[in-house]
Each structure stands twice: as C-alpha cells, then as structure tokens.
C-alpha cells in the first residue's frame, strides 16, 4: 500500500468513525402537529421514512416525540411548552404559526419549519439566505400563488366577478395573510372578495348560505389546518351545494369534490424537505447557517366531475397545464 492511500484510507476511516459517532447516539425530535392525532399525515409517514433513509433508526439512534394541537390554534403554546419541556434536539414544527409559536418560546433549541408562505413576514428568519438565529426550513412561496389561483379561477370561469374565503377567527395570522394576498390579487383582477368566517364544521353550513346570498360565484381555499383537515368534506360538498366553482391549496381538496387546486406538494414539503434540514442539524450543522429553501414546482389538480355538476367546460389551455385530472 502506497503512502497517498495509506493516508486517504486512514482519513475515510476517520470520517466514517465521525458519522458512526454521529448517528450513533440517541437523539430527540419533537414534532408539533396542528390538527388531531387520529388524522392521517402522509407527510409525516414520508418524513420518517425519508430519515430512516439517511440513517437515522427509531429506536436505535432517533427517537420522536409528537404533541398534538387538535386543530386549535389556542392549544399551540401549550402543546409546543410541553414539547420543548422534554429536552428535544430539534423541534419540528412544520406548519407556519406553530413554528413563530415556538420561536417566542426558544432561542436555543434548533426549529425547523416546512409549510411557511413567506418566512422573512412572518418573522422566522433575517432573510432566506441568511436565517439568522435558531430557525430554518423550507417556504411554500404561497403569497405568489394566491394571485395565481385567482387567475386560474377566473379562466376556468370566465363571469367570475365575487370569489369568497373562509377564514378561521381563532387562527388570526394566517386568516389575516389569506385576507391581505388575496385582496391584493382580487382588486388587480377587477374581483370582488368576501371573507367569511368559521371556527368549526357546525359554521361552514352558514357561511356558504351568505356567500349565495352575497352573490359569490367562487371559493379560494387557504392554509389553514383546521379547514385543511378537519373540514375538507364539509368544505367541498357546501361549495357544491351553493354552486361555488372552488380553487384549494391542497390536491386533496380536489379528491374530496373540490374543483381545482393549485400549489406546493405538501408530502414533500413536510416529508422530503423538513427531513433534510432536521438531518443536517443532527449531524452538526447550525439553523442560521442554513439557507431557507423555495418550491420550483407547483401542482394543479382538476375534477372533471365536478365542472360537470357545475355546468362547466374547463379550457383546453387549462386542461393542457393539469397535472392531475379526477374523473
């Protein structure tokens, strides 16, 4: 053996010894989940599938503690206390207000989020290339979406003159970056927008009765997590009963009887992406060393059923750019 291999082979066994240390310990990672926990969460099975991937074995090497909001925004400084009361590693709370929740109440556990709009207006980060502080993750570049979706909408539906949201009061920053995007987008298209409230599925019934009253003609979904998951079907079957021609954030939206959506991949925003950088900062690496990562993809799912029962004909040029189409 050559000296030049002798020492690249010493070297090697260094790193790999390195790595082996690395993973070999027992870490922590706490994981705040907004909604209830008998929902099921593909993006969580994906993250721990994709950890396990890089190495990290339940049991062995990782292991992770879950808290659960309920669907109450109320419940995130509770449930995130409780997980920070256990000493984790890393604190993953993906979704946007669970993680600026989490930031007031430590500068010293690593959090990373995934399902954020814009990072740096909500506060969780200096910039997204210099995160600055204990937080980083991946956004969703939503705020550029809203005005999209309205266009979409309007191309789908060529008379649409009011669109309405639903907006949860008990959620208020994300109700009011609904409000605000979408208002925006809405006046440079010559639309009216209407914002109706619900706090459960008990209220979506009256909500859509003053959207037909009010002269509605289309539904824009938001990212709300109560509405994302625990209100879909209540959601998509009143928007078909008033006869709103509706536009989600999420696919799944459309699986339920929605009529389109357009956005991020949620499974990989919260599963491939947030693993990466929870991955990272077990193995060393410091949030505000790691730059805030954008979406370069974006999804838009059609129900054909759906523009049927609605007496619609989707545009070819709409049909064309779908990457999804539910018969």
Known sequence: MTRRHFLFSAVSLLATSGLHAQTSRMRRVAIAVPHASGIPNEGLAAFRKRM????????SNIEYVFAY????????????????AQ????????????????????NEVPIVFSIVPDPVQYGLV?????????????????????????ELLREIKPDLQRVAIVVNPD?????KRFIDSYSVAARKLGVQLLTVEARTAEEIPAAFDRMAREGAQGLLGTA???????????????????GVASMFVDERYVESGGLASYGTDNV????????????????????????????????????????RNLKLTLPQSVLLRADRVIE
Request: proline content about 6%.
């Open 87 to 106: 000493k984790p590693d890393v604190l993953y709370a993906y979704f946007g207000s669970m993680a600026l929740t989490a930031k007031k109440l430590t």
């Open 268 to 307: 990989d925003q919260i599963g491939l992406r947030g693993a990466t950088y929870v991955d990272k900062i077990l193995r060393g690496a410091k949030p505000a060393d790691l730059p805030v990562e954008e979406p370069t993809r974006f999804y838009l799912a059609l129900n054909l059923a759906t523009a």
């Open 171 to 175: 959620n208020p920053e994300v109700a």
């Open 52 to 59: 396990s991937d890089l190495g990290w074995v339940e049991g």
């Open 224 to 242: 709300d997590s109560t509405h994302l998951l625990k209100m879909r079907a209540q959601l998509t079957s009143n928007a078909a009963r008033v």
């Open 69 to 84: 909001a309920g669907g109450d925004p109320r419940r995130y400084e509770p449930v995130i206390a409780d997980l920070l």
């Open 126 to 150: 200096a910039s997204l290339a210099r995160p600055g502080g204990n937080v980083t993750g991946a956004s969703t570049r939503a705020a550029e979406l809203d005005g999209k979706r309205i």
